[in-house]
């Protein structure tokens, strides 16, 4: 009667800690949701320079932020790699200056499609010396 009592007991023991460690696992939801920097890029070397990015699915909203660290003016463009959608066109950002463009602000309200992403930055005839960083978030708020 005592080995039963030891056994249920040892079973009950093994059974909560295997529970309470699957509890305290985070999901890969989880994960995703606290990391959603999708670019962090210093650029640079010639007079156009591409950077790609990807928007995983459900995570359209996108905050950019764009700081040129030349001396001279820069064109950036984003395109959708998939469907050719140009989502930025010509955003010129002045010599040492920060551009913030979220997708939100410039009518994409349902967000970005998900996907491969280029985006462009042109220096005309002088160097880019760009820098990008960038989040997606599940809604706009998020942001």
Request: with cysteine.
């Amino acid at each position: 009667m005592k080995k039963k009592i030891f056994l249920c007991s040892i079973l009950s023991l093994a059974l909560t800690t295997t529970v309470g460690i699957a509890s305290a696992t985070p999901s890969s939801k989880n994960v995703i949701k606290s990391e959603n920097i999708i670019i962090s890029q210093r650029s640079g070397g010639s007079s156009t320079v591409k950077e790609a990015f990807s928007v995983p699915k459900g995570w359209g909203h996108v905050k950019l932020r764009l700081k040129n660290h030349s001396d001279h003016p820069v064109r950036v463009s984003l395109t959708h790699s998939g469907s050719n959608k140009l989502y930025i066109e010509a955003l010129v950002i002045a010599p040492h200056d920060t551009a913030t463009w979220k997708s939100t602000d410039q009518g994409f309200s349902d967000g970005l499609r998900s996907g491969d992403y280029i985006l462009q930055w042109r220096g005309s005839d002088y160097k880019v010396n760009g820098e990008t960083w960038g989040v997606a978030g599940s809604q706009p708020e998020n942001l």
